[in-house]
T-cell receptor
Framework: DTEVTQTPKHLVMGMTNKKSLKCEQH?????MYWYKQKAKKPPELMFV???????INESVPSRFSPECPNSSLLNLHLHALQPEDSALYLC???????????????FGPGTRLLVL | AQTVTQSQPEMSVQEAETVTLSCTYD???????LFWYKQPPSRQMILVIR????KQQNATENRFSVNFQKAAKSFSLKISDSQLGDAAMYFC?????????????WGAGTKLIIKP
């Protein structure tokens, strides 16, 4: 089973709102990722968690706050976003077993975020 | 720096015909992995096929196959018997343990249109 789930599918929020995006995987993967994707562009990496610890933060503004409560869950907390933050937010996971063959990333369906 | 280039912003093919999407990459590493991902209008990023650089045999997955030319740093995707459901953005991606620490380096994408 290579399923990564994300909720909600769509989110509309004002610039003063606080909301959270959720991602879940039950593949036993130990690495989880957040990406931001603008229309017709490839995904841009935001954060990487490895074994529940933040290992990569690609200079993302502090209005995005990731959280990894356990090895299956990944959250992205949103606060005081700007209209330019409107995008598709993708979650992915991979084995992270230090065996290179396991490093395929599997993606969730994404959350379409609109900031008004 | 590693780069992945997809020179065809858009391709179209008649249903049931064969189409080839091109991808070139630049790396000095010998150990790396290449992927083709498909992103239909439903937005989910779906793994199509993966190729390990150390394998000489081209990867195949049903109607999808690659032409991996390591010396030329070329990794094209051939789709045989094209179906309407193949219509999507196709992204080529590269990762390497030493080069990118398993982060995916993405091409710009090719939009594939299937003509009925």
């Amino acid at each position: 089973d290579t399923e990564v789930t994300q909720t909600p599918k769509h989110l509309v929020m004002g610039m003063t709102n606080k909301k959270s995006l959720k991602c879940e995987q039950h593949m036993g993967h130990r690495a989880m990722y957040w990406y931001k994707q603008k229309a017709k562009k490839p995904p841009e990496l935001m954060f990487v968690y490895s074994y529940e610890k933040l290992s990569i933060n690609e200079s993302v503004p502090s209005r995005f706050s990731p959280e990894c409560p356990n090895s299956s869950l990944l959250n992205l907390h949103l606060h005081a976003l700007q209209p330019e933050d409107s995008a598709l937010y993708l979650c992915a996971s991979s084995q992270d077993s230090l065996a290179a063959e396991q490093e395929t990333q599997y993606f969730g369906p994404g959350t379409r975020l609109l900031v008004l | 720096a590693q780069t992945v280039t997809q020179s065809q912003p858009e391709m179209s093919v008649q249903e049931a015909e064969t189409v080839t999407l091109s991808c070139t990459y630049d790396t000095s590493e010998s150990d790396y992995y290449l992927f083709w991902y498909k992103q239909p209008p439903s937005r989910q990023m779906i793994l199509v096929i993966r190729q390990e650089a150390y394998k000489q045999q081209n990867a195949t997955e049903n109607r999808f196959s690659v032409n991996f030319q390591k010396a030329a740093k070329s990794f094209s995707l051939k789709i045989s018997d094209s179906q309407l459901g193949d219509a999507a953005m196709y992204f080529c991606a590269y990762t390497a343990p030493m080069d990118s620490n398993y982060q995916l380096i993405w091409g710009a994408g090719t939009k594939l249109i299937i003509k009925p």
